[in-house]
């Protein structure tokens, strides 16, 4: 990924954490780095791994708190994928996810099509609907398609 968009990205992390007033330590902006660094929706164990390299103590917990309390806060958004952990996401922009059944893959999906639902502002029994997210599945290029 171009290192540009990872510092805006890491900037506007920064800002955003001032705004809220948690701390910013290097070590909560490694960790938010790491996610940013990627489109691949990485889990807390993959980036515990990258993470480790650079701050040989750092702790499983902690990097799963931390992502934790990002997501809380707004910072991250979290994509559910179905029979694994949870995936991570630094990009914030409205999208939808593919997941590979077979190799646990989470892919983005940018289509129109699927933004002109006619879902949002709808109101489905006790909920008014404000926005949604899709989750895809299938079998991904590499993975076959049988
Ligand atoms: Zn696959
Ligand atoms: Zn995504």
Do not use: W
């Not at 290192?3 to 992390?13: S, Y």
């Not at 790491?34 to 515990?48: G, K, R, V």
Request: glycine share 4%; net charge neutral; hydrophobic share 30%.
């Amino acid at each position: 990924m171009n290192k540009a968009i990872i510092q805006e990205r890491v900037n506007e992390f920064i800002d955003r954490s001032k705004d809220l007033g948690i701390k910013v330590t290097p070590q909560r902006i490694a960790i938010y780095r790491e996610l940013a660094s990627t489109d691949q929706h990485p889990s807390t164990e993959i980036i515990y791994k990258k993470i480790k390299d650079y701050y040989p103590n750092i702790s499983l917990t902690t990097v799963y708190r931390t992502l934790e309390t990002f997501e809380k806060l707004g910072l991250i958004s979290v994509v559910n994928v179905l029979y694994n952990a949870a995936r991570y996401d630094a990009n914030l922009s409205p999208h939808h996810h593919i997941v590979c059944t077979e190799c646990k893959k989470v892919e983005d999906v940018y289509d129109d099509s699927l933004n002109n639902l006619d879902i949002s502002n709808k109101t489905l029994g006790d909920y008014k609907v404000e926005g949604y997210s899709l989750l895809l599945s299938g079998v991904c290029k590499s993975c076959g398609s049988n």
